[in-house]
């Protein structure tokens, strides 16, 4: 038994060994050398997606990161951590899409075996595009189909336009989110309505997209850490793949920090109430989490945050791993990602004129009046009685008929003055006595 127990605390020695390898080489070393790694690429589909991936790829390690687009000037301006990968020169000329999706479709489909090249030998593939222009809505959902082909896991990360860019612009990107979601095994939807939420109003422009991109490299970062460092209690790649198992399927996914004496009440509450998502993880029919922290993380902290997570979705299938990282001094991160999550922000795709269509029809439904039914004796049927009742009145006719009431009542009460007035002239009669009358 003695024997028995040392050689479990060589292992769990050795575990922590290898998560000091950053520590030995100093402070530009790479934590995640000598360590399996899952193979992820992510990649930038138009001029939107391409300025997202150029910007995290400053922030977060080991991925390979590339920009895709058919605008060869826009990959001229990008990061030159990130590869270019220009595609559709005979469509655009090397220009952009512009809104056309079906230029973007077009471009792509017919590089679909250049694509396939670039995909190849991917575990994971994350793509991120902003939707509403042409290249990111007609293309994603062609870079996405290749890698369903390949058997490649498959993340969508997708923003969604502002209102104010106006309904043409969010009917494109509504129509290709439509066609992506079956090709992708999980996606997240940010509307960029919901910057305002973790930037003040007065930001700049550029600072605020800044912003945002800085929060999604924070999640790919411990997303990253998630499936290719090994921990305490480890997840791997198997276990990501059972989590995203499906197609279509909407996901959540944050990465939080916290520190201080209630770090662990601090880090669920940031990593369970993201400001960018209009939808949380209820609902969720699979969760996979991952906590870590330094030598001095307790066990009492661990289980709040696992209960905190799970109680949200007591029947979901729950994944999680626990790991010890030097680097996370006195704090504890989180990082989250749940699948199959509920909507109530996203409807179906509806044409620039839809809305006015809609509001024709409301009013004509309106100013449409219905009769009551009559019974075999001639009378209408009451309210109540199982037949049809007069439907809401329009509110012009509500007016009218007011107004026509109004004069009623006016008519009605004059009459009832004058019969006032006689029968008082009468009552005078009556009350004169008779021996009075004719004097």
């Not at 895709?68 to 090397?94: H, M, V, Y």
């Not at 991120?128 to 042409?134: D, M, Q």
């Not at 006015?356 to 039914?373: A, E, I, Q, W, Y």
């Amino acid at each position: 038994m003695a024997s028995r127990s040392k050689s479990q605390k060589q292992r769990i020695r050795g575990a922590h060994a290898s998560l000091r390898i950053d520590d030995r080489k100093g402070g530009g070393g790479d934590s995640y050398e000598n360590v399996h790694r899952t193979k992820i690429r992510v990649i930038g589909i138009g001029g939107g997606g391409g300025n997202i991936v150029s910007e995290v790829s400053g922030r977060v390690l080991r991925f390979d990161f590339i920009g895709a687009n058919t605008d060869t000037q826009a990959l001229r301006e990008l990061s030159k951590k990130i590869r270019a990968f220009p595609f559709g020169q005979e469509f655009t000329q090397g220009l952009g899409c512009g809104m056309d999706a079906d230029t973007g479709e077009r471009a792509a489909k017919a590089e679909k075996e250049r694509i396939k090249k670039l995909l190849e030998g991917s575990d994971v593939c994350i793509l991120i595009a902003t939707l509403g222009g042409g290249t990111g809505s007609g293309a994603t959902a062609v870079f996405a189909e290749v890698a369903q082909e390949l058997r490649i896991l498959t993340i969508g990360i997708f923003t969604m336009p502002f209102r104010f860019e106006g309904e043409r612009r969010t009917h494109v990107a509504e129509t290709a989110l439509a066609k992506i979601k079956p090709f992708v095994n999980a996606y997240v939807v940010i509307p960029n309505e919901y910057i305002f939420r973790v930037v003040d109003q007065k930001t700049p422009l550029r600072g605020a997209f800044s912003s945002v991109n800085k929060r999604l490299a924070e999640t790919l970062g411990g997303f990253m850490e998630t499936i290719a460092l090994p921990g305490l209690i480890n997840i791997d790649f198997a276990d990501l793949r059972s989590t995203l198992e499906g197609r279509g399927r909407l996901a959540y996914i944050q990465s939080a920090e916290a520190k201080g004496a209630t770090k662990a009440q601090e880090v669920v509450q940031a990593v369970l109430g993201n400001p960018l998502y209009g939808y949380g993880i209820e609902g969720t029919d699979r969760i996979l989490f991952n906590i870590t922290g330094d030598k001095g993380l307790k066990m009492r902290e661990v289980a709040l945050i696992s209960s905190s997570i799970s109680s949200n979705n007591p029947k979901a299938r729950v994944v999680f791993g626990v790991a010890c990282n030097s680097k996370v001094k006195d704090s504890v991160r989180v990082t989250l990602l749940a699948v199959g999550c509920e909507s109530h922000e996203e409807k179906k795709p509806e044409g620039p004129k839809s809305e006015n269509k809609k509001r024709k029809t409301v009013f004509l439904k309106k100013k449409k009046r219905s009769l009551p039914r009559l019974t075999n004796e001639g009378q209408a049927e009451e309210k109540g009685s199982g037949g049809l009742q007069e439907p809401e009145k329009d509110s012009s006719v509500e007016l009218l008929e007011a107004e026509r009431k109004r004069r009623n009542a006016m008519e009605v009460k004059k009459a009832v003055d004058e019969e006032m007035k006689e029968l008082e002239e009468k009552e005078r009669q009556w009350d004169i006595p008779s021996f009075m009358r004719n004097k």
